[in-house]
Structure formats: C-alpha cells, structure tokens
C-alpha cells in the first residue's frame, strides 16, 4: 500500500504502527495474530530495484503465508489473518487524502491486489 501512491508515507506509516498496536491490545484473541503484531512491521526498501519490484514481492509473500498458514492454522485464525491483513490495507489507503479523495484509484488497485493475493 506504501507504493501505490506518492505522498503521505509518514501518516501511512503511522496507520500501520497503530493497527498493530490495537491488535496488540486484543491480545489473547488469536495466537497467531499475536505472534505477529509482537513484531515491530519492517520493509527492506533498499533489498528492492524498484516500487514494481516490492509490490510484486510483497504480494508474493502474502499469497505465500496463506498456503502456509493453510494447513497448519484453524479456519478461524486464516480468517482472522485475512481479515487483520486487509483491515491493515484500507487504515493505511485512508491514512493520507490524494487529489482530494481519501482512497485513490491506485490504493484501490492496490486493495483489490491485496485481497486477490490472500482469496
């Protein structure tokens, strides 16, 4: 969601720091959300050539953690994480007002992006 529209990185950071600390506070509700709100959300961006190149990555890497979390999470916690993951996506698209609309056609695209990678 970072990449998907220039400007307002600092409140988009911000949303993301603050949808992990209130997933922190409902701790005890899923074991899996809690082992990964315990740690602190990071981003390589010098590991990446370009925004296209992180975005790709990143998508791959949650499509990745849903087979993953398949076979070895209750129905429950892969819902929870879906769902953590997506309310994550549209706090951080609503964080920063582009051309005058809080979610702009690319955070769409991106959202939409994001939801197809975890279905």
């Known amino acids: 969601?970072?990449?998907?529209?220039?400007?307002g990185?600092?409140?988009e950071?911000?949303?993301?720091?603050?949808?992990?600390a209130e997933a922190r506070q409902q701790h005890g509700q899923s074991q899996l959300l809690d082992e990964i709100v315990a740690?602190?959300?990071?981003?390589?961006?010098?590991?990446?050539?370009?925004?296209?190149?992180?975005k790709q990555q990143g998508l791959a890497r949650l499509r990745q953690a849903v087979?993953?979390?398949?076979?070895?999470?209750t129905?429950?916690?892969?819902?929870?994480y879906k769902h953590f993951v997506m309310s994550l996506?549209?706090?951080?698209?609503?964080?920063?007002?582009e051309d005058g609309v809080a979610v702009s056609d690319a955070e769409r695209a991106a959202m939409d992006d994001v939801a197809s990678a975890i279905a």
Do not use: C, W
């Open 75 to 80: 129905p429950d916690e892969v819902e929870a």
């Open 9 to 11: 990185t600092f409140r």
């Open 1 to 7: 969601m970072l990449t998907a529209q220039r400007g």
């Open 39 to 54: 740690a602190k959300p990071e981003i390589d961006r010098k590991r990446y050539h370009s925004p296209d190149e992180l």
């Open 67 to 73: 087979e993953l979390l398949g076979p070895k999470a």
């Open 89 to 97: 996506t549209d706090r951080v698209a609503n964080a920063h007002r």
């Open 13 to 20: 950071s911000y949303a993301i720091a603050k949808s992990y």
